[in-house]
């Protein structure tokens, strides 16, 4: 009997609007803005989740405020993903 071998897809790097992204929550943060929330998400469908980490908001909002998508703050992989595009930038 042949085994199926399932076809990994090819991880490309971060893009510049996805650095941007990590940038933003370098320092973790809740996301307000639906731009942001969907390069974030769309982080992690392309899989590149580990380079943030999404969980819950951060702190308590009341319903007059504008409530956050998510909380979201950048992992140790994500610095070294905005630390390797600058220095591509420099170098480029």
Do not use: C, W
């Not at 090819?10 to 943060?29: S, Y």
């Not at 769309?42 to 998508?69: A, C, H, S, T, W």
């Amino acid at each position: 009997m042949a085994t199926k071998t399932k076809k990994r897809k090819k991880i490309t790097p971060p893009t510049r609007k996805e650095i941007e992204a990590l940038k933003a929550v370098r320092h973790g943060g809740d996301v307000l803005d639906y731009g942001m929330a969907r390069t974030l998400r769309g982080l992690q469908k392309r899989g590149l989740g580990d380079l943030v980490d999404i969980g819950p908001r951060e702190e308590e909002y009341n319903g007059r405020e504008q409530l956050p998508y998510f909380g979201a703050i950048t992992t140790v992989k994500g610095l070294k993903a905005i630390r390797a595009s600058s220095k591509a930038v420099n170098n480029g």
